[in-house]
C-alpha cells in the first residue's frame, strides 16, 4: 500500500515553493475508537483525537509485523484513571517492523512499549520518530529488540508513578539501538522507592549503541542518570547536550566495555559529567 500525502500534493501543485506543511497520512486504514487491535499488516492513522480512561492493558495492540501507525498529529491520550494507571498507549511483543510517529501520547503507565524478551533479538527493525511523549508516569517510550531507531522526539514530564521507582524518559534493550536527535526534559522518580533512579535515556544490553545529538534536562531528584548505558559493549555517545541537574551525565556501566564519549556538552548542573566512558575529545 502506497502513502499519499496532502502536503506532498501540495508542493507538486506548488512547484518551486518551499514546501514545510506537515505531510499527512491520507491513504490508510483509520483508527476511530479505543481500545484498538492492529492484525492485518499495512499503514494505519488518526483522523482525530482519541482518548480513553482505561486503567490497564493497551489502548492500541500491535498484533502483526509491518506496522506504520501515523498520528497525524492528533493525540492518544488517557483523561482518567488517575496517576496509579497501568495502561499503555501503544504496545507490540515480539513483532517486527514497527513504525510509529508524528502525534501526542499523554497520561500513561508506558506512552510507547514495543515489547521483547532476554536477549532482545526476536523483535527487530522498530521506528519511533516525531512523537510528543507527555506526562506518561513511568516510562515515555521503551522499545526492546536489535536494529531499532527512536530520533526527534519530545519526552516530557515523565514519572510519579506510586507503582514504580526508577523511571526513564526513553528506555531501550537490545543491540543496535540508534538514539538520535531527541530533547528529553523532566524526568521525576515514581513513589513507590525513593531511592530509586530518574534516567532521562537508558539503554541496556545494547552492543554497538549509537547515543547522538540528543538534548537531555530534567527536574531536581534525588538521583538520576542523564544517558546511561548498561551491559554492552562497543557504544558511542556524541554530541549530547546534557542539562538541568544530574548526578551522572553519561555512564557506561563498565569501564572495559569500550565506551567512547565525544562532542558532549554538561551544564554546571552535573555532578559527576562522564563515567567509564572514554573522554575522545571535546567534552567540556
Do not use: C, K, Y
Given at each position: 500500500m502506497q502513502t499519499t500525502t496532502r502536503a506532498a500534493v501540495l508542493c507538486v501543485l506548488l512547484a518551486g515553493v518551499v514546501c514545510t506543511a506537515h505531510a499527512e497520512t491520507i491513504n490508510c486504514t483509520p483508527i476511530t475508537s479505543l481500545p484498538a487491535v492492529i492484525t492485518v499488516q499495512g499503514i494505519y492513522c488518526f483522523t482525530g483525537h482519541l482518548n480513553t480512561g482505561m486503567t490497564s492493558g493497551n489502548a492500541i495492540e500491535i498484533q502483526t509485523n509491518n506496522v506504520a501507525l501515523d498520528l497525524n498529529g492528533w493525540k492518544l491520550g488517557r483523561q482518567a484513571g488517575g496517576i496509579g494507571t497501568q495502561a499503555a498507549g501503544i504496545h507490540a511483543f515480539q513483532r517486527k517492523n514497527i513504525t510509529i510517529r508524528n502525534g501526542t501520547i499523554r497520561g500513561f503507565y508506558q506512552g510507547i512499549w514495543i515489547e521483547d524478551t532476554s536477549p532482545y533479538t526476536t523483535s527487530s527493525g522498530?521506528?519511533?520518530?516525531?512523537?510528543?511523549?507527555?506526562?506518561?508516569?513511568?516510562?515515555?517510550?521503551?522499545?526492546?529488540?536489535?536494529?531499532?531507531?527512536?530520533?526527534?522526539?519530545?519526552?516530557?514530564?515523565?514519572?510519579?508513578?506510586?507503582?514504580?521507582?526508577?523511571?526513564?524518559?526513553?528506555?531501550?534493550?537490545?543491540?543496535?539501538?540508534?538514539?538520535?536527535?531527541?530533547?528529553?526534559?523532566?524526568?521525576?522518580?515514581?513513589?513507590?522507592?525513593?531511592?530509586?533512579t530518574a534516567f532521562g535515556i537508558n539503554l541496556n544490553f545494547a552492543d554497538d549503541a549509537a547515543v547522538v545529538g540528543n538534548r537531555v534536562g530534567k527536574s531536581n531528584t534525588a538521583f538520576g542518570n542523564g544517558v546511561s548505558i548498561n551491559t554492552a559493549v562497543n557504544v558511542l555517545l556524541l554530541g549530547n547536550q546534557l542539562l538541568g541537574k544530574w548526578s551522572y551525565g553519561l555512564v557506561v556501566s563498565d569501564v572495559f566495555a569500550g565506551g567512547k564519549c565525544r562532542d558532549n556538552f554538561f551544564s554546571a548542573g552535573v555532578t559527576y559529567p562522564l563515567f567509564n566512558c572514554a573522554n575522545v575529545a571535546n567534552n567540556n
Open positions: 522498530h521506528l519511533v520518530e516525531d512523537m510528543h511523549l507527555d506526562a506518561n508516569t513511568w516510562i515515555g517510550i521503551r522499545v526492546e529488540g536489535s536494529g531499532n531507531i527512536v530520533r526527534r522526539n519530545q519526552v516530557v514530564n515523565t514519572g510519579g508513578s506510586p507503582l514504580a521507582d526508577n523511571t526513564a524518559g526513553i528506555d531501550l534493550f537490545g543491540p543496535g539501538a540508534r538514539v538520535l536527535d531527541n530533547d528529553v526534559s523532566e524526568v521525576v522518580l515514581g513513589t513507590a522507592d525513593p531511592n530509586g
